[in-house]
Every structure is written in C-alpha cells, then in structure tokens.
C-alpha cells in the first residue's frame, strides 16, 4: 500500500494575523513538520464586475485545476478552504466524477471556519453562493470544522452521509503573560478590535459607537486600536476613514492596519476591553487571543460566538448591528474595573483549555483514515 502526501489549495499567509489565516498557517506548519510530501498551490483571485464575469472567471479556474488531478501520483489528501470554494466547487464535482476513470486515489477534504452563502449581498448573490458552497461540500470525501456551531450549519448543507471532523482552534500567543506585568497608558482607556476592516466585521457600528461615547457621552479619554487588514474591501475601508473625519472624533481612533506579532502583543497588553461587533463568525479566534490576555469582551450574539462568551460571565453580548447597544455596554465595562477584572479572569481560564496540538493531531488522524484505512501520511 502507497503512502499518502498532502496537497495545500488555499493560501499560506507569511504574517497571520486573523484567526482563519492563523489556523491555516499553523496547520500548514504542523503538516510540513510531520511530513515530507506536502505541497501548497494558491492562485490570484481575479476581479470581477458582474455576475458573468465572475461565473466565466470561476469556470476557467476550476477546469485549470483539474491539469492536478493529471499529474497526481499515489494516494493524495487535497486540503480546501471554504473561502476558495468560488474557484473549487466545479473542480470539486470534477474530480468526484472523473477520479474513477483516470484511477487516481484522491482525496478532497474542506475547512470550514464558517459558511459565506449567509453574508452575500443581494438574494441572488446569496442563493448562488449557496448552491455554490453546497456544491463545494457535497462533492468533499469529509470535512474538518472549527466549531460545533459550524457543525452544524454545514450539516444543513449535505445531501449525503459525510464525516465532519471538529478542531478547534488553539492559542495564538507566544508568552504567558501574567496579570499585572501590562503596560496600560495611565491617560487613556483603550479599546481593542483584532479582524479585518470589512463590514462583516462590524467595524462601522463600532465607529457609531465610538461617537456616541465620545461626543454624546463625554469620554474623552477613550482611544480605539483597529488592528487588520484594511485592502480587502477598499471601498469599505474608506468609508470608515470618512465616518471617523464626519462623526469628529479621528483623532481618538488610530488605525494600524497589519502589524507584526511583537506588535500585536504590545496592543493586547495595552488594551482594557476587547470589542468585537462581528456579523458572522464560525469560531471567533482572536477572542481566545483575548481571553488569554485577560481582558474583558463586548461582542455581538451571531454565529458562534455565544459558544465562547456568555452574557454576563465573561463578556456583554449585543445584537448585531446595533451601535446604541454597543455603546451602553461598553459603557458599563468603563464605569466599572471590578467588572473589567471579573470578566477577565474567568476568560484566561477558558483560554488554557484550546490546544493546537490536540485539534491538530485530531486531524492529523482524520486525514489517516480519508482513505478508510489507518495508513499514515508520509512522513
């Protein structure tokens, strides 16, 4: 029996700083480590300006990816991302049906950190992903999940009996930093948002939030850190830059845009609230990133995030969307360190308990077993 390699198809970013780029670059890390033959192929999204284009765009990426399935040898694991299903999900179809013929011993196994079918803009935006991102499952041999909660979205999707493997993410931190050993600006209270700087993120409800405490409420000595890629949606990005110049209050936001990990850290360590309005999440990593510095967390109640922070025991929930909500409950947290304290304690012990290794080594035996078989990948 031949032994099995891994072939990577999404993109490895060489300074992660999201929690699906972190969880790709650590698994990719931990696979390359456990084995030789592991192989990374990406490609360039190309632009598109309407529906067309997009489909005639996405038609000639798949059928070009199907030149891989020509050149593989010996059993291969193909490793996906839910966020490249634009560009597999014909390829996916393709090789399910093709793979017999040409004898190849291929396997396609998807992550799924969270469905995009939901955030689509416009109805028929969304059922098109959703048939797309149905697709994309459905012609997978199984399936690697970061949550329960996203368990349980992508079993709506399947038509047939797959397995899902659930692994969670683990802490992206490269200390232990005890409580006390922060530096915090003795001037300024600093809020914290970790993502990127796109509307799926809620970065414009925080910024409506941020002139409601400020400007409504007298909080002068407020400053909020926006850490992220700010070029995934340019437009977006810009609008956030005219919204801080319009409300008055640019000089109490500052943006980072990307920044390293020793940088990352130092902002952490700054920080005194965790603020997250996200739309959607499928797991919400960098708010383990928060708990593990012990702060306390203002987020929204959508998607999984409900799984991490409870209402009133670790963190304040909102509804989604609502500035005015926000506001008040960061408020809360402003007016009452006891609270801020309280919140953060009980989030670095619910930091310690997600491992890397542990969900990586759950994998690790998942992909084993994709050929039905207890055989190992190549190391």
Same mark, same amino acid.
């Given at each position: 029996?031949?032994?099995?390699?891994?072939?990577?198809?999404?993109?490895?970013?060489?300074?992660?700083?999201?929690?699906?780029?972190?969880?790709?670059?650590?698994?990719?890390?931990?696979?390359?480590?456990?084995?030789?033959?592991?192989?990374?192929?990406?490609?360039?999204?190309?632009?598109?300006?309407?529906?067309?284009?997009?489909?005639?765009?996405?038609?000639?990426?798949?059928?070009?990816?199907?030149?891989?399935? *020509? $050149?593989?040898?010996?059993? @291969?694991? !193909?490793?996906?991302?839910?966020?490249?299903?634009? +560009?597999?999900?014909?390829? /996916? %179809?393709?090789?399910?049906?093709?793979?017999?013929?040409?004898?190849?011993?291929?396997?396609?196994?998807?992550?799924?950190?969270?469905?995009?079918?939901?955030?689509?803009?416009?109805?028929?935006?969304?059922?098109?992903?959703?048939?797309?991102?149905?697709?994309?499952?459905?012609?997978?041999?199984?399936?690697?999940?970061?949550?329960?909660?996203?368990?349980?979205?992508?079993?709506?999707?399947?038509?047939?009996?797959?397995?899902?493997?659930?692994?969670?993410?683990?802490?992206?931190?490269?200390?232990?930093?005890?409580?006390?050993?922060?530096?915090?600006?003795?001037?300024?209270?600093?809020?914290?948002?970790?993502?990127?700087?796109? *509307? $799926?993120?809620?970065?414009? @409800?925080? !910024?409506?939030?941020?002139?409601?405490?400020?400007? +409504?409420?007298?909080?002068? /000595? %407020?400053?909020?850190?926006?850490?992220?890629?700010?070029?995934?949606?340019?437009?977006?990005?810009?609008?956030?830059?005219?919204?801080?110049?319009?409300?008055?209050?640019?000089?109490?936001?500052?943006?980072?845009?990307?920044?390293?990990?020793?940088?990352?850290?130092?902002?952490?360590?700054?920080?005194?609230?965790?603020?997250?309005?996200?739309?959607?999440?499928?797991?919400?990593?960098?708010?383990?990133?928060?708990?593990?510095?012990?702060?306390?967390?203002?987020?929204?109640?959508?998607?999984?995030?409900?799984?991490?922070?409870?209402?009133?025991?670790?963190?304040?929930?909102?509804?989604?969307?609502?500035?005015?909500?926000?506001?008040?409950?960061?408020?809360?947290?402003?007016?009452?360190?006891?609270?801020?304290?309280?919140?953060?304690?009980?989030?670095?012990?619910?930091?310690?308990?997600?491992?890397?290794?542990?969900?990586?080594?759950?994998?690790?035996?998942?992909?084993?077993?994709?050929?039905?078989?207890?055989?190992?990948?190549?190391?």
């Amino acid at each position: 029996m031949g032994e099995c390699k891994v072939l990577v198809l999404f993109p490895i970013c060489q300074s992660p700083i999201t929690g699906g780029e972190v969880y790709h670059r650590r698994l990719y890390d931990y696979l390359r480590s456990r084995h030789l033959q592991i192989e990374n192929i990406t490609w360039q999204i190309k632009p598109h300006h309407t529906r067309l284009e997009f489909f005639s765009n996405s038609l000639r990426q798949n059928l070009s990816l199907l030149k891989l399935l *020509s $050149r593989i040898e010996g059993r @291969t694991v !193909i490793l996906e991302d839910i966020s490249t299903s634009s +560009d597999l999900f014909l390829f /996916n %179809l393709m090789t399910l049906l093709i793979r017999p013929l040409l004898g190849k011993e291929v396997r396609v196994i998807p992550i799924v950190t969270h469905l995009y079918a939901p955030l689509a803009k416009g109805r028929l935006n969304r059922q098109f992903k959703h048939y797309e991102e149905r697709i994309f499952l459905n012609c997978a041999d199984g399936i690697i999940v970061i949550s329960e909660f996203t368990k349980r979205t992508v079993e709506d999707l399947l038509c047939r009996s797959l397995e899902i493997a659930i692994a969670y993410p683990g802490l992206n931190v490269s200390s232990t930093r005890k409580a006390g050993e922060c530096v915090r600006d003795k001037d300024n209270l600093h809020l914290l948002f970790v993502g990127y700087i796109t *509307s $799926r993120k809620g970065v414009d @409800t925080l !910024i409506d939030s941020m002139r409601f405490l400020v400007i +409504d409420q007298g909080i002068n /000595n %407020l400053i909020l850190d926006l850490v992220g890629d700010t070029t995934r949606d340019p437009s977006f990005f810009n609008e956030i830059v005219e919204r801080c110049e319009r409300t008055g209050i640019k000089d109490k936001i500052r943006i980072h845009g990307r920044v390293s990990s020793d940088e990352l850290e130092k902002l952490y360590a700054m920080a005194d609230i965790f603020v997250f309005p996200s739309l959607w999440e499928g797991f919400g990593m960098v708010l383990i990133e928060a708990m593990h510095n012990r702060l306390p967390i203002v987020a929204t109640n959508a998607g999984a995030i409900p799984f991490l922070v409870k209402d009133g025991e670790n963190g304040i929930l909102v509804p989604a969307r609502d500035s005015e909500k926000l506001a008040e409950s960061i408020k809360i947290l402003i007016e009452s360190p006891e609270l801020r304290r309280r919140f953060g304690e009980s989030n670095y012990r619910l930091a310690t308990q997600f491992n890397w290794d542990n969900s990586f080594s759950n994998i690790e035996s998942f992909l084993n077993k994709s050929f039905g078989t207890s055989k190992k990948l190549t190391n």
